[in-house]
């Protein structure tokens, strides 16, 4: 069965930095991209970034590139999303989800909660 | 990038209703070597992760039920539940998969009337 099981909820202040985590199970962890979505308070989804985890190649989409950074250690099968500034606006639901060879997300994790706040 | 524009934003049905929800990409994704649409649909219940329900614009997902069809081409998509269940309540993305970085439609309240 694949999962996707990701790290718990976390509070931090603005400024602060942050590195979150998702580890993949029952599959080929290698051989299959990986990726971030955000989901804002009351909003909908958006696609962030996706990592192949077997050479590390990484995608993003403009509009977060340079905010935060995707990586995998696969000797682990863990999956990670950083930021080193965190602001009020990254208050969100992060969900990772393992891509499909067609390109769609076919699993994903449970969320991660972070909440920015002063 | 590519534009999805789903509508309505929210509906509501009755039970044993029809539900029918649109999705229009601002370019065509159609590929046409393998005449596929790369285009998906998702469920997200309140407090989970989404679900995908229907890929290549009209493929169930194993499990889902059948009341759910997906149609359209190159940029005009449906996403129909052909008799609303109390269960199918949820926001209903539509997401193209051809081009990066690929992009959800705003969402789609379903409800019960």
């Known amino acids: 069965e694949v999962q996707l099981v990701q790290s718990g909820a976390e509070v931090k202040k603005p400024g602060e930095s942050l590195k979150i985590s998702c580890q993949g199970s029952g599959y080929s962890f290698t051989n299959y991209w990986l990726g971030w979505v955000r989901q804002m308070p009351g909003k909908g989804l958006e696609w962030m970034t996706i990592?192949?985890?077997?050479?590390?190649?990484?995608r993003y989409n403009p509009s977060f590139q340079g905010q935060v950074t995707i990586s995998a250690d696969k000797s682990i099968s863990t999956a990670y999303l950083q930021w080193n500034n965190l602001k009020a606006s990254d208050t969100a639901m992060y969900y990772c989800?393992?891509?499909?060879?067609?390109?769609?997300?076919?699993?994903w994790g449970q969320g991660t909660l972070i909440t920015v706040s002063s | 990038d590519i534009v999805m524009t789903q509508s309505p934003d929210s509906l509501a049905v009755s039970l044993g209703e029809r539900a029918t929800i649109n999705c229009k990409s601002s370019q065509s994704v159609l590929y046409s070597s393998s005449n596929k649409n790369y285009l998906a649909w998702y469920q997200q219940k309140p407090g989970q992760p989404p679900k995908l329900l229907i890929y290549?614009?009209?493929t169930r997902e194993s499990g889902v039920p059948d009341r759910f069809s997906g149609s359209g081409s190159e940029t005009d998509f449906t996403l129909t539940i052909s008799s609303l269940q109390a269960e199918d309540v949820a926001v209903y993305y539509c997401q193209q998969y051809y081009y990066i970085p690929r992009t959800f439609g705003q969402g789609t309240k379903v409800e019960i009337k």
């Open positions: 990592i192949y985890p077997d050479n590390s190649d990484t």
């Open positions: 989800a393992r891509q499909a060879r067609n390109g769609l997300f076919d699993y």
């Open positions: 290549w614009a009209s």
